[in-house]
């Protein structure tokens, strides 16, 4: 079982950077590959970047590539979001998740997920 918290969201102007922190619960966090999705008003949920368990292998959604960094401290027990070049097109709640395997881009193959944190960019 793994529990996760979502902070760090907030206001900024377009061109801002915000770091987004996920803490998890349960001593096998570092087992998990971990992600980030976001969900819009009146839109899915959508895949933002995902990290492996051991933190070797990341791959982002090609909206935020470049822009975007996840990351992660299986000691800390968490997983970090450095978002930079912010747009307003990335005004969205951000979740974290969790999954016991692989990294993957589907939320439906998720296990685990947090309360979300929303972030607002504004112009």
């Known amino acids: 079982q793994v529990q996760l918290v979502e902070s760090g969201g907030g206001l900024v102007q377009a061109g801002g950077s915000l770091r987004l922190s996920c803490a998890a619960s349960?001593?096998?966090?570092?087992?998990?590959?971990m992600a980030w999705f976001r969900q819009a008003p009146g839109k899915e949920r959508e895949f933002v970047a995902t990290?492996?368990?051991?933190?070797?292998?990341?791959y982002y959604a090609d909206s935020v590539k470049g822009r975007f960094t996840i990351s992660r401290d299986n000691a800390k027990n968490t997983v970090y979001l450095q978002m930079n070049s912010l747009k307003l097109e990335d005004t969205a709640v951000y979740y974290c998740?969790?999954?016991?395997?692989?990294?993957?881009?589907?939320?439906?193959?998720?296990?685990?997920w947090g309360q979300g944190t929303q972030v607002t960019v504004s112009s």
């Open positions: 990290i492996s368990w051991t933190g070797s292998t990341t």
């Open positions: 998740a969790a999954r016991g395997g692989e990294i993957h881009t589907s939320p439906n193959k998720y296990d685990y």
């Open positions: 349960g001593r096998t966090f570092s087992r998990y590959a």
